[in-house]
C-alpha cells in the first residue's frame, strides 16, 4: 500500500498495524510498515478535533457484531462515559463561569427514580433530574449569593421569560437563566417529538373524550399539587435547618415559626411535623377518590413526597459535608 492511497482504507491500515506489532527480526517490510502506520492514521483521523456523533447508537450497534471485542466495548463506554461525566456541566458554562453550582448530578437522579422508577418513564427520569439540578442552583442563588435587588428582576424573568431585566445583573445570574432556557427547550423539543410519534392515537382519544384539556385537569389537582409541594418544603426545613442556619442561609418555617411565636425549636419542629401531617390526610384523600386514567400522575406525585421524607428524615440527606 502506497503512502498516499491510505485515504478511505482505514480498516486495513489498521489490520496492518495490528499486524505490524507481530513483526520479527529481519520482517523489513512490516517495519516499514509500522514507521509510516502511525502517522497515516493520525493524518486521516485527527482525534483531537473530531466530534463525537451518536456515540451511544454506534456502540450498541458494535456491541451485537459478530466479530465484537468485549475489551474494546468495555474501554469505548469508560470513554464514553468519562467524556460524559466530565461534560455533563461544561456544555452548559456552569463548571468554568458557575462555579456557586454544586455538583448534585446522582442525588438528582436518585430523587427521579424515586418519583419514576418504572422502565417506561427513562426520558422522564431524565427531565426530572435535570430540572432538580436547576432547582438546587436557583435555590443557592435565592438563599444564599443573590441580593434582595437582584433578586427582584431575576424573578420576573422567570415570570415572563423575558431576559431584558438581566442586562444589568451579574454574569452568573446571566449565565443560569440562559442554562435553564437551554434545558426547557431541550426538554420541550423532545416532549414535541414524542406528540409526533404518537398523534395518530389522538384523534381517536379525543373521539371518545379521554383526553382531558390543561384547563380542565390543573384545577382539578391544584390541591394535590400543593399539598405535595408543601410536604417536600417542610421536610427540607425539618433536614436542613441546623446545616444552612450555620451557613447563613434564609431563615426556614422552622425559624420564622421561632421567631413569631416566641417558642422554642422543639415546639416550632412539633408544629411543622403536624403540618406535614394534615398535608398527608389531604394527599391521601386524593388517592381514595383517583380515576384509572390518573393513577401514573398520582403515584408520582404522592412518590416525589415520600423521596421528601426519604432524603431529610436523617437531616440533610444531600450528602452534604463541611467544608
Known sequence: MRK?????????????????????????ILNEAKTWNGPCLGASFPWESTIWFEVKWHIKQYKIEKYM???????????????????QMENLGIKEDLSLARNRL??????????AFEPNYTSGRKWLTKVIIFVLV???VYDIYASFEELKPFTMTFERWDEKDLEELPEYIRICVHALKDVRNEIAYEILFLRMLSEMKLPYLKKVNQVTDMEDFLPTYEDLVYNVSLVIQLCNDLGTTVAERERGDTASSILCYMNEMNVSEEKARKKIQDMINKAWKKINGHC?????????FLNQ????????HTLYQNEDAWFWYPG
Open 106 to 115: 446522582v442525588e438528582s437522579f436518585l430523587c427521579a427514580a424515586g418519583v
Open 288 to 296: 381514595s377518590t383517583q380515576v384509572a386514567s390518573m393513577k401514573p
Open 301 to 308: 406525585a404522592i412518590n416525589a413526597a415520600r423521596m421528601a
Open 138 to 140: 436557583i435555590d443557592d
Open 4 to 28: 498516499d492511497s491510505y485515504a478511505g482504507k482505514a480498516k486495513d491500515v489498521m489490520e496492518l498495524l495490528e499486524a505490524s506489532h507481530l513483526v520479527l527480526e529481519g520482517e523489513n
Open 69 to 87: 471485542d468485549p475489551i474494546l466495548l468495555e474501554l469505548d463506554t469508560l470513554n464514553f462515559n468519562m467524556i460524559q461525566a466530565k461534560l
